[in-house]
């Protein structure tokens, strides 16, 4: 038997062959079928192969409660006050300012939000998107239609 130090350059490399063609393969295969740990390797809540959570479009927010949210406001205020005074600032009036911010929240949403200023500005891109269609030779769309389609779009990814 030769030692294998006393190998020929030739014999190494039949044996680096038959190692890496043969046994590479086969040791991967067996790893593979002893377990389902081979799936979920490099797995785990911080892996960028799980999918990030879905978001759902369209649908409004959840509604809040107005009591919860007025007392939620008028804490964050306070604490902002004492912040204030701490760093030897005026004191916030705490009641005008919450209702002031609870005056915002109350503004109405949807149709009503849309102002004619947005919605003339949405026209003029459907206006101009439509005489880009045009001299392309595609059918024109239908100008007030497609405004409409274009807020609701816009309504709803906000």
């Known amino acids: 038997m030769d030692l294998p130090l006393a190998l020929s350059a030739l014999q190494k490399g039949f044996i680096l062959l038959a190692f890496t063609g043969l046994v590479a393969p086969l040791i991967g295969f067996l790893l593979k079928r002893a377990g389902g740990s081979w799936e979920t390797m490099g797995g785990g809540p911080f892996a960028i192969l799980s999918e990030p959570p879905q ?33 030897g600032e005026a ?29 003339a500005e949405v ?5 101009a998107r439509n005489e880009r269609r045009l001299r392309e030779g595609l059918e024109p769309l239908d100008i007030e239609a497609e405004t409409e389609r274009q807020l609701a779009d816009l309504i709803g990814s906000s």
């Open 91 to 119: 004191p916030l009036d705490v009641e005008a300012e919450a209702e002031r911010l609870l005056a915002a929240a109350e503004r109405p949403r949807g149709e009503a939000a849309i102002d004619a200023e947005l919605r």
């Open 55 to 87: 978001r759902s479009r369209g649908g409004a927010p959840p509604a809040v409660d107005p009591a919860i949210q007025a007392a939620e406001v008028r804490q964050m205020l306070e604490a902002k006050s004492q912040r204030r005074e701490r760093r």
């Open 123 to 127: 026209r003029q891109l459907v206006v």
